[in-house]
C-alpha cells in the first residue's frame, strides 16, 4: 500500500517530526493508529490534548505517519493556530492563567474553519491555519481538502473543552506532571521568552490548565489516555 499524504499547516510556528527513538513507542503509536482505523473509513478527526509541553504535536505527528503509511491521507493542525489575534488583546484578558484559559483560543474560528468541514457531513474545504501565532498573518483563505477518507489530527491544549468536545471521534490525551510540563515548557520557549520562560509556565500556562482540568475534566472525557513522561518508553494508561 503507498503512503497517502499528509497536509501541514501554513503556520511558521512548527516543529518537526520527530526520528523513531525506541521500538516501545513505535508499537504504541501504531496501536494508536490501529484504534484510529477501526473508526471506519470516511472522514475522522482526532483530538491530542494534555498539559503544555505533554508532547502533543510530537505524537500528533507520529500517529499521522502511521496513518498516511496505512494510506489515510492526513490534515495535522494545532490549536495554536487558530488563537485571537494579538490586535484585540487589549479587549481582553489574556496575561492571566484564568484569562488565558477563558480568552486566549477564537472556538468559532476552529469550528467553522477546521471541525465543521473536516467532519464525515462537512464540505472537505478545511483551513489548517487561522491566525499565524508568531507573524499574526491571517491564512484562514489557505484552504485544504479533506479527501471523504482523511483523518485530521488536531493538538492543543483544552482540546476537550465543552465548546469543541464533540467534535472528535477519538480523543488522546498526553499524561506528564505539572512540574515535567512546566520544566519541559521553559526549556522550550527559552530562546523566545528568555529569563522569563520559567514564570510563564508557573503563573499563566499551569493555572490555566488547573481551571480546565477542573472545570472540564479532560482526562474522563479522554479515549487513550498516554504516560509520555519517558518518551522513549510510553505507557497506556487508558484504553
Known amino acids: 500500500m503507498s503512503t497517502a499524504e499528509i497536509h501541514l499547516s501554513v503556520s511558521t510556528w512548527r516543529q518537526p517530526t520527530p526520528a523513531p527513538v525506541s521500538p516501545a513507542r513505535t508499537a504504541l503509536v501504531r496501536r494508536v493508529a490501529e ?9 475522522l478527526r482526532v483530538g491530542v490534548d494534555g498539559l503544555t509541553a505533554a508532547g502533543k504535536t510530537s ?33 481582553y484578558d489574556r496575561e492571566s492563567g484564568e484569562g488565558y484559559y477563558r480568552n486566549a483560543y477564537d472556538y468559532d474560528a476552529v469550528i467553522a474553519l477546521l471541525l465543521e468541514p473536516a467532519g464525515p457531513g462537512g464540505s472537505g474545504d478545511v483551513a489548517l491555519c487561522s491566525i499565524d501565532p508568531l507573524t499574526q498573518v491571517d491564512h484562514s483563505s489557505v484552504r485544504t481538502t479533506a479527501a471523504p477518507g482523511a483523518i485530521t489530527i488536531v493538538d492543543g491544549v483544552f482540546a476537550f473543552r465543552p465548546e469543541i468536545d464533540a ?9 506528564v506532571t505539572p512540574e515535567t510540563s512546566v520544566r519541559r515548557g521553559a526549556e522550550r520557549d527559552r530562546d523566545w521568552a528568555g529569563s522569563e520562560a520559567e514564570a510563564l509556565h508557573l503563573h499563566r500556562y499551569l493555572p490555566a490548565e488547573r481551571i480546565y482540568i477542573a472545570e472540564a475534566d479532560p482526562l474522563a472525557r479522554a479515549d487513550v489516555v498516554v504516560d509520555n513522561t519517558v518518551f522513549t518508553e510510553p505507557r497506556l494508561l487508558k484504553w
Open 59 to 91: 505524537f500528533g505527528h507520529e500517529l499521522a505517519g502511521h496513518l498516511a503509511g496505512a494510506g489515510r491521507p492526513v490534515l495535522r493542525a494545532s490549536l495554536d493556530d487558530f488563537k485571537r489575534p494579538w490586535r484585540d488583546r487589549h479587549l
Open 167 to 175: 467534535y472528535w471521534d477519538l480523543r488522546v490525551w498526553m499524561e
Open 35 to 43: 484504534r484510529v482505523l477501526a473508526l471506519g473509513t470516511g472522514r
